[in-house]
């Protein structure tokens, strides 16, 4: 009989010892900061090129870290080169057609403004012709009224003289018609050279359209790398022919990582962007990593199809991402971390 109270006394203990500490456990969980569990990821960018042709020269392999700017993969460009050289060649005829152009319009305006100087240069002479013609009408007039003794020839003179006038003042009006003619033929031709002079700028606008194009092309003809990463994966071998847009490289980079993890509905109040976070990574379990809240999802997931009572509702998950600055590169894509929140008690 003793020892079966012994033994009652023992379990007993022993059950309250696991009661206790499963409330204390308990107890912890809930005055712990909230968090969960994650997977790394890191930030994938895919190379792709506008054209198609086939791979010369891959000098890059899988894992291999490469620095902004470095060659990833050389396609062959024997066509857009053609392309670009005849794109080149027809800018250069668009040019020299539109500078020609240009020169006829300045030689028409040339010409325009020395036939509207000779017209006013021939009405200028025709009016002064004209006072002289008039002064020796008056002239003749004046020695017609004089007594008789006056020499004929000297009326014939003057008459002669202004009839003389009066035939070239005819004749500087009608060289300054002719003028006018040449100015307005002038302005015509000059009109028809600044449309041709438009219309040659024009194809040369186009042509260096063409010629930038060409060179886009071109330049996809090597894939570079934008960013220091790592080269992910490499779908494609040297000598095989790629479609144009066909992902050529995908590049991974770690500098900045991110890892998303879950927060149960009762929880949710706690976080909010911007919000500082922890990381522990299992392979480095004595680091911690510092973090960043950037984004709190705003819908649930894992949402049960009735939401009725306090417990279905704490089922109700949200995703919650952090970025994580990865010192010295430990942390790889894949690896699974434990994210806290410091400072939002359960």
Known sequence: MRRIVIVLVVFVLVLGGLIGYRLRSQARALAAPAGGSGEIEGTIVELSSRVGARIVEQPVREGQAVKAGGLLLRLDCADPAAALAEAEARLAAAQAQAAAAMAQVKASE???????????????????????????????????????????????????????????????????????????????????????????????????????????LVGECEL??????????????????????AVLV?????????????????????????????????????????????????????TPRNIQTRTDRDRLVYPIEVVVTNRDGKLRAGMPVQVSLPGTGR
């Open 110 to 216: 040339r010409s325009r403004v020395a036939a509207g100087a000779a017209e006013e240069a021939a009405r200028a002479q025709a009016q002064a012709l004209a006072a002289q013609a008039e002064a020796a009408e008056r002239q003749a007039q004046r020695l017609a009224n004089l007594p008789a003794d006056v020499a004929a020839s000297s009326i014939d003179l003057t008459q002669a003289s202004a009839a003389q006038l009066t035939h070239q003042t005819a004749a500087a009006k009608a060289q300054a018609t002719a003028s006018a003619e040449q100015a307005r033929a002038a302005a015509v031709n000059t009109g028809a050279a600044a449309s041709q002079a438009r219309a040659a700028l024009a194809q040369v606008r186009a042509g260096e359209a063409a010629v930038a194009r060409a060179r886009l």
């Open 224 to 245: 570079r790398a934008p960013r220091d990463a790592e080269i992910q994966t490499l779908p494609h071998e040297a000598g095989e022919l790629v479609a144009p847009g």
């Open 250 to 302: 995908r590049l991974v980079d770690l500098s900045e990582v991110k890892a998303t993890f879950y927060l149960p509905n009762a929880e949710i109040g706690a976080v909010k962007p911007g919000a500082r976070a922890e990381v522990v990574a299992d392979a480095w379990p004595g680091e911690v990593f510092e973090g960043t809240v950037r984004t709190v999802s705003l819908e649930a997931e894992f």
